[in-house]
């Protein structure tokens, strides 16, 4: 009996040390759906900046391929 009074005491402890973390389901609840949505925007910032970089590189590589052509050109 002295073991299931000793689980009891420890359950009782955690309890008392973990009220100040308690969360009701629901609030628990809208914090994942926020987390979630923080998510999706991080993706969409990801891949708007990627498509960004990535054409200004190509806009960029164009820009100096026209301007060394240009410029062969002239130079002819």
């Known amino acids: ?10 359950k009782e402890a955690f309890r ?3 009220k100040a973390f308690y969360i009701d389901r629901e609030t628990h609840y809208k914090q994942h ?3 979630g949505e923080m998510m999706k925007y991080a993706d969409t910032c990801k891949s708007v ?10 806009a960029g590589a164009l820009g100096l391929m026209f301007l060394g052509f240009t410029i062969k050109s002239a130079v002819k």
């Open 1 to 10: 009996m002295e073991r299931e009074a000793i689980k009891e005491a420890v």
């Open 16 to 18: 008392e040390e973990l």
């Open 33 to 35: 759906e926020w987390l």
């Open 49 to 58: 900046i990627l498509r960004a970089v990535l054409t200004v590189l190509v």
